[in-house]
């Protein structure tokens, strides 16, 4: 491990801005969802009145856990269907000053869940598949409503952790549509009119075509990129205008917008947090998991960035230590592979901290080109449930799953009955969390074992030994994760090929499961405790507001995904950095 002043206090600088932003974040998504007032109300509520009068919805009606699934289910299927229409017709509608074609079919579906379950694992390049129309009315539309469906689950969760002898968990519909109105669509606007005076294009211009500094004939793409990158950031989308995403200059030309951008990707999780402290009384709660998430936060990309700045070994350029007469086995300058000079090594793993911790998939450099345990950081951070402050709502009951599990386990210590905010933790809440904790696991090490054996999986691995596992595995940890950021390495997007046809199915249905079939089980859990009343606290019970709490939710953490995912890990980046070591090459 190797560290630099400058990457150092990158980490540090952008820890301190996150937490002095939770509070404010979480107090405004308060005032929404609990229907206070805002400043936006003058200017926003009888917009809202119009849409439920035009929708047929009572606002005053609640739904159960059940209602609640059922209509985010039936909303999100029904969304899908044009995205998948624009992008096999797009070359019939406007705004295709590219003259881009119809999308293939599997690609247009891979890519229609993709976008709809806030995965937006792209399998082809934006700015030489999609149509101006297509990015804006298709995948931005469901940059909003994949991360506003992300937001209202995790409040409504909190709401029935925190409600007491409740039956309901809040209206979808209501939810949503406040959610877009008050918090994504006007955050959304200013953070765009930011991008653009960063230097983000927000054009409908048609590309560019120049001759070269040598003379060889480029093309300059452009277009509606500010909208688009704002809500990919804050929605935790990830889903980039251009192929080279957020290293791409049109979408992060500079160090501010490369520091905004990493806040808003971070921003609603932490808000998150803050609100489900407070809604349950006691604000220490909340920043007890605030804390946990906050240290395993800080040990990856501290991890991250010291292996990064050692680089390989074999690269070194070996010299005599004139004080302890010791070969040098640090590579000067770190491993720039695959990252962009004006960010370095420290915003880079920053970057690739982030975006991995929460369920983003947006990169400013290649995943695929750190070292071993460089890129292992990223990968752990997918397969603990990218719950490390999360994304958008998936983080905070990705987390509080944990919360259950760990104050279970400290019930049996004691041997009493575990409690959580004054419920009593019963069988039908410990099967709803086995049962989510379980499913992330069997779809990211299924599907990756069935492409290891299968022909169509194996054959698009373009690298031998163990990164090649590593690419498959890191590809479906990111799929099943709703991650959407990808090791480079496997050739899965040449149009008609059987690894092409191979992994857009089996990717959607990772991205499938990764949403919802963890989504339904939390929220069967967050039905049970709303209708469970409040239990005084007695001797015996285990305090969730202290440092031992934190430490316990760190632990249970990092042991269910120690005991998961470390054979596959070993065979995978752990091996590798131990034959690197060895000077072994492939």
Sequence with gaps: MSFTFNGVAQILVFFVILVLITKPVGLYLIAVFEKRKTWLDPVLRPVERLFYKVAGVDEQREHDWKMYAVAMLIFSVISTVPLYIFERIQNHLPLNPAGQGPVDPTLAWNTAVSFLTNTNWQNYSGETTMSYFTQMAGLAFHNFTSAAVGIIIAVAVIRGFTRRSASNLGNFWVDLVRCCLYILLPIAFVYALVL???????????????????????????????????????????????????????????????????????????????????????????????????LIFLLGAFICLGAEQAGNPQLAKLGVNQTANEWSLAQPGGNMEGKEMRFGIGSSTLFATVTTDASCGAINSWHDSYTPIGGMVPLVNIQLGEIIFGGVGSGLYGLLVFAILSVFIAGLMVGRTPEYLGKKIEQFEMKMAALAILILPLSILGFTALAIVLKPGYSAIANAGPHGLTEVLYAFSSMTGNNGSAFAGLGTTTVGTPSFAFYNWTGSFAMIIGRFAFLIPVMALAGSLAKKKIVPAGPGTFPTTTPLFTGLVIGVILIVGALTFFPALALGPIVEHLLMLAGKTF
């Design 196 to 294: 653009v005076w960063q230097g983000v294009p927000q054009n409908f211009n048609a590309y560019t075509h120049i001759a070269g500094i040598q003379g060889f004939a480029q093309t300059i793409a452009q277009g509606p990129v500010a909208s688009q990158e704002a809500i990919k950031m804050m929605g935790t989308n990830g889903g980039g205008f251009f192929n080279a995403n957020s290293a791409h200059p049109f979408e992060n030309p500079t160090p501010f917008s490369n520091l905004l951008e990493m806040l808003s990707i971070f921003a609603f999780g932490a808000g998150l947090i803050y609100m489900f402290g407070k809604l349950s009384g006691n604000t220490r709660n909340g920043w007890a998991l605030f804390g946990a998430v906050s």
